[in-house]
């Protein structure tokens, strides 16, 4: 893994273009492949779009239609990971809804920390395009919002369970969650393996901890 972590460059990350016909969004998605294969290997400052296209097997055109920079590609694989976390929430949020209480806190909790803990242990190269992130001012803006959209629908599920919670209490709680959760499960992948399990676990106790005694 490469660690030296450049800012990505600067300017609008706006798509220039969204794919829609099926031929489109496999070239797309060949563009973002390439662009997540490279920047792990050899760090963002060391890729050009150029070597997107020829490793993506596109012309250096095709990718300017989609991308006008390569702080765009940057965020196209950031919204890839946040859009299948997101769905994954979707459908837990809604078996605490259907089945509100400490247990299915717990079992939700652990299977949501199990998913990212997977998400990154399978694609260890995501954690080169969250350090891209982190650095470019414009990306962290991006990330922050997504970090209260997904603060604030963890919010209204805990409210729906628990009506005599404080709803900004509850979403304070929420953003210190999804704080937590990220930036340790990311820690956790770097940590000695022996070490790696007892930090995941004790992180699910932390998240169940964090909504207790919300009536309070």
Known sequence: MNTNVAQPDVGST???RVPKQERSRIKFNAILDAALSLIH??????VSVREIARESGQPIASVYQYFPNKASIVRQLWERYTGALSAFLSEEFLLMIADPGAETLQRVTSS????MVAYHRDNPEFLD???CVDSSTELRALNRQDTLDVAGAIADVVCQVDQDADPEVVFHRAIIACETANHT?????????AMRAGVIENLKVVLVSIFDHLAE
Do not use: N
């Not at 290997?41 to 060391?46: D, F, L, N």
């Not at 949501?112 to 998913?115: G, L, S």
């Not at 499960?185 to 393996?193: F, I, M, S, T």
């Open 129 to 131: 395009i969250w350090r």
């Open 14 to 16: 706006e798509l220039l």
């Open 41 to 46: 290997q050899k760090g963002y400052e060391q």
């Open 185 to 193: 499960v990311q820690l956790a992948q770097e940590l000695p393996e």
């Open 112 to 115: 949501i920390v199990d998913h």
